[in-house]
């Protein structure tokens, strides 16, 4: 029956205009990605899947994306993404391919004094690009953390104010990274870490510690990016910080990548 | 330690003002939903925990709204919240508790001609409310359909237009009802259901098939509440639904309650 | 040319089924307001406008509801927003109407030591609920403060951690009420104020008095229904409050009406 | 008493990493912006305003971002944003600048038959980025429109799937070019405009006439770009497409800019 139905996308297109990209957005899937210590998660993607078009064709057919997604669902990794962002181009005769997912993804923290366990959302990223001769695979990060400002602490004769901070990390790298070895990067970048459960006595070691090492969101990302420098492993990098600034409706930015050191 | 640190909440307030609610929003945490073909969906779910605060005290313990949740976490559906909520109320001395749990949930799909098939995301939520002698529970569903409009066809002389619309149903019920259902009879009201993935000959068939059953968003409502009022296992329900009409930028919307029908 | 067009709304409807609410939901709006200080402010609104529809009719003519707002655009207040009720319900041949418009708002605000002016947003609300011989008017208005955790300044040798935190405030009046005095009823029930612009000797004047001002969020929603209550032009208020909690990625919640101090 | 508080922004940094953007993001501030019949609007600008900061200081002085827009606030324009880079460049001692102001612009239309008119919003951007010897300015629109999908009406006995759209332009020019004359140009690669307004006369003239002009998302970007690679004025342009398919839950995308057609 499809052979009967008129095929209008593979039809010709005299405008002369190539397509940077064409493709499906906003498109949530169920996935499954591996951790750290091995176990699965499954949870939800949000998928960006384009190619490139050339001039000479009106259209392309949508409904692949779906079908790569559909016969790639199941583990889907930094290893597995690869073989996905092939199977768009091929299937779809790209020259290049783009495919990004966006998803929920939770780590373990035990609480500093109580050891106490709860769950972290941490929003993550995989973007792969590829065209016939190079691909490049991109692994991102949005790690909620705590900042304390030094300026307030220090014009202040008590108190300082803090706020829930995002420092964004986006890497390539030779040899595998982890999303929990980035969230500890950017922990440790701020002034303190976030814990969904809290005792009393771990809420004291929160508000001392932090207290004790107030950042700036430009020291923020400088930490991190100190870190990401002299770490063999990665090729480039790209890091954002935002903080929640709590005497100000707006936020405080800073952004800073690999190219900006070299 | 703990024992020598301060326990304000637990102190006294004297502005004999007791709290309607109070407790956590926006909490993300990984949940475990069972499906009809008793499957397991690992998803993520958006929490609100509150209960009431009598007005001799002077703060709730935050905490314990997290510690209940880690508890319970694993497997969650209508059936086991009963517990989660009943364990906040007496873990906090409340008298009430309330419990809103949104996630997002997949229902496989086979496209109506060609039989392929994907999933579709259905927003779903399930509510708790609990007092020392009575409870009530919630399930809620957000499915996505596909509307033409019988006016916008009545009138001209080809084509219709058409959108995307959301149909929102809460129910209680005597007898256990799943999601599936909800989404089924969502759909059968609609013009045509949504399905991720399609061929030509199934667009064909939704195309037609939705231009045949033109529906306007009061329709949409009033054929859901007319399955729900007539199925004895449901208790009480709320339908609203939205179109996204493809003529302006704003949506149509209509609802209608159960009570209404009294 | 229109008398030819067949008018399908209007015609009969046999499901038996009366509706609650039919109208448009998201309806973007350029709107003028007036400030406490008699300049007028042209801002978006964000429109929900219904009617109830009885079980005889079809549909609603949803066009007439942006025909409405086409009118009444102008000045929109508390005081003229009677008449778009008025003129919904009688042009729909409705028994009820609802309008909700959500806007934003900006305050002027000076720096609390240096004196330096900016403007701050607010978030607002005006919901008109009409039936023939009753009309209920509400204002509304989403406050940014700032709070500092009590328990964590008595708990830590240093430091206490603080948030932006949000009030929202409903209110009906017998005797009208501005939206610049629910803010400062708001930011004196916090910690402290925010303000868009702050000099080093104002970010101290903040740090230092909202330390030396801690309050829960159970306490925030408290002092602001303390202040509510003894206003005898206030004849009906709901108060909620959100943290947005510098040490968790969720956050604290409180609420409290004025029937539950009854 | 601002002598006397330190400064610890000017302070040295002995990282050695100098930050790409230093600054604030989602600043909400009113302004004003000029339409082509020479009419003011009045509107709320969401602001990310930034500058680099080189690697020897440890921070950059965040509240003068507030100042100059406090200084600035009254006209915006694309012929007064150059004034404000400048002054952010200036105050702040940096090599680079950059604005991005975003806010929702209202445009009035006529009802195709009918004449009734009504206004639409058009959410647009302005963006400066200026170094000492260069700086570029971009103009953004993102116009809602209607398109028809034409493999549906192809492949179908009757109808066709229709469904809002979003058309996001991005240009800089050599002379002036107005928001008004962008938005003609998105409705006119489009399948039909969109209106706030319309009676049943007009339903059927968009409903028919859309029908009789389908197009894809890729049609709807190159129709775009073409217009744009003809005019003139135009330097240089970015045209991106989204449309929300009624027949699914994920959206189609394309996305083409001038420098593809070199």
Same mark, same amino acid.
Request: with cysteine; aromatic share 8%.
């Given at each position: 029956?499809?052979?009967?139905?008129?095929?209008?996308?593979?039809?010709?297109?005299?405008?002369?205009?190539?397509?940077?990209?064409?493709?499906? $957005?906003?498109?949530?899937?169920?996935v499954t990605v591996w951790d750290r210590s091995s176990e699965r998660q499954q949870t939800?993607?949000? =998928?960006?899947?384009?190619?490139?078009?050339?001039?000479?064709?009106?259209?392309?057919?949508?409904?692949? =994306?779906?079908?790569?997604?559909?016969?790639?669902?199941?583990e889907m990794s930094l290893e597995?993404?690869?073989?996905?962002?092939?199977?768009?181009?091929?299937?779809?005769?790209?020259?290049?391919?783009?495919?990004?997912?966006?998803f929920p993804y939770f780590v373990r923290k035990a609480?500093?004094?109580?050891g106490?366990e709860s769950a972290l959302e941490v929003?993550c990223?995989?973007?792969?690009?590829?065209?016939?001769?190079?691909?490049?695979?991109?692994l991102?990060v949005?790690v909620?953390?705590?900042?304390?400002?030094?300026?307030?602490?220090?014009?202040?004769?008590?108190?300082?104010?803090?706020?829930?901070?995002?420092?964004?990390?986006?890497?390539?790298?030779?040899?595998l990274v982890w999303i929990e070895e980035l969230v500890e990067i950017?922990e440790?970048?701020?002034?303190?870490p976030?814990y969904p459960?809290?005792?009393?006595?771990?809420?004291?070691?929160?508000?001392?510690?932090?207290?004790?090492?107030?950042?700036?969101?430009?020291?923020? $990302?400088?930490?991190?990016?100190?870190?990401?420098?002299?770490?063999?492993?990665?090729?480039? =990098?790209? $890091?954002?910080?935002?903080?929640?600034?709590?005497?100000?409706?707006?936020?405080?930015?800073?952004?800073?990548?690999?190219?900006?050191?070299?």
């Open positions: 029956m499809t052979d009967a139905l008129e095929d209008i996308q593979s039809g010709p297109d005299d405008r002369n205009i190539p397509l940077r990209q064409v493709g499906v $957005v906003g498109l949530r899937y169920p939800v993607g949000t =998928f960006k899947l384009t190619v490139d078009l050339p001039h000479q064709f009106k259209g392309t057919h949508m409904s692949r =994306f779906v079908a790569a997604l559909e016969r790639h669902r199941g597995t993404m690869p073989e996905l962002v092939d199977d768009l181009r091929t299937r779809l005769d790209a020259e290049r391919a783009h495919v990004r997912m966006e609480a500093p004094v109580s106490v929003r990223w995989f973007v792969g690009d590829a065209e016939e001769r190079e691909a490049l695979f991109t991102g949005d909620p953390v705590m900042t304390v400002c030094p300026c307030s602490r220090a014009i202040s004769d008590r108190g300082a104010h803090c706020q829930r901070s995002h420092a964004r990390i986006s890497v390539r790298f030779r040899e950017a440790a970048a701020a002034s303190a976030l459960f809290l005792k009393r006595e771990d809420e004291k070691w929160v508000t001392e510690r932090s207290y004790d090492n107030p950042v700036f969101v430009e020291d923020l $990302v400088r930490n991190i990016a100190a870190r990401l420098r002299d770490d063999a492993r990665i090729q480039w =990098f790209y $890091v954002e910080a935002e903080n929640e600034e709590s005497i100000h409706t707006h936020n405080a930015y800073a952004a800073v990548g690999s190219a900006d050191l070299e």
